[in-house]
T-cell receptor, first 111, second 111 residues
Framework: SQKIEQNSEALNIQEGKTATLTCNYTNYSPAYLQWYRQDPGRGPVFLLLIRENEKEKRKERLKVTFDTTLKQSLFHITASQPADSATYLC??????????FGDGTTLTVKP | DAGVIQSPRHEVTEMGQEVTLRCKPISGHDYLFWYRQTMMRGLELLIYFNNNVPIDDSGMPEDRFSAKMPNASFSTLKIQPSEPRDSAVYFCASAREVTQYFGPGTRLTVL
């Protein structure tokens, strides 16, 4: 069955450092991989989408890589700030419509 | 655009009562999703619609759950009768293609 694993439930880092979150998947051939941010008491918010034929995508301090051979995506936040503290979810989709979400990694950036 | 609108934001009810959750998707989006989120099970897809037609309801827990989408701007998720184990946050999301836009959620507590 399809499985998505995100690295350790919680990640704690110091302000200014780079946070790296991992998303691994098995039994899946996604055409799209997305990252969402979720704050307590709110719904997930879309951050970035990367397609299977793309290796890397950037948006401001965010960078996503997608390795379809390793079946892995890395999500980086450079120069992290306390305001980046949240839960980050990866989601995979084969086409428009249904996405499958991971359980998320909770990031805490300490000042 | 106002984003995805859900009502009510909070619902407290007693076991055995009927609960109706409502969702207004973003105009122009032809996909609508209902999710349930708990600490134990994460974000679970219950059902999704494309052009008002249910496409996949395999995530609906049991016959006590039903969902309708009578038109492109409105959907309901009904639980009858409700049970304490239904307590969770229920999210509605809409999409035009792959990226999903989530509502604020309805926090349901069944006593």
């Amino acid at each position: 069955s399809q499985k998505i694993e995100q690295n350790s439930e919680a990640l704690n880092i110091q302000e200014g450092k780079t946070a790296t979150l991992t998303c691994n998947y098995t039994n899946y051939s996604p055409a799209y991989l997305q990252w969402y941010r979720q704050d307590p008491g709110r719904g997930p918010v879309f951050l970035l989408l990367i397609r299977e034929n793309e290796k890397e995508k950037r948006k401001e301090r965010l960078k996503v890589t997608f390795d379809t051979t390793l079946k892995q995506s890395l999500f980086h936040i450079t120069a992290s700030q306390p305001a980046d503290s949240a839960t980050y979810l990866c989601a995979l989709a084969t086409n428009a419509g249904k996405s499958t979400f991971g359980d998320g990694t909770t990031l805490t950036v300490k000042p | 655009d106002a984003g995805v609108i859900q009502s009510p934001r909070h619902e407290v009810t007693e076991m055995g009562q009927e609960v109706t959750l409502r969702c207004k998707p973003i105009s122009g989006h032809d996909y609508l999703f209902w999710y349930r989120q708990t600490m134990m099970r994460g974000l679970e897809l219950l059902i999704y619609f494309n052009n008002n037609v249910p496409i996949d309801d395999s995530g609906m827990p049991e016959d006590r759950f039903s969902a309708k989408m009578p038109n492109a701007s409105f959907s309901t998720l009904k639980i009858q009768p409700s049970e304490p184990r239904d307590s969770a946050v229920y999210f509605c999301a809409s999409a035009r293609e792959v990226t999903q836009y989530f509502g604020p959620g309805t926090r349901l507590t069944v006593l």
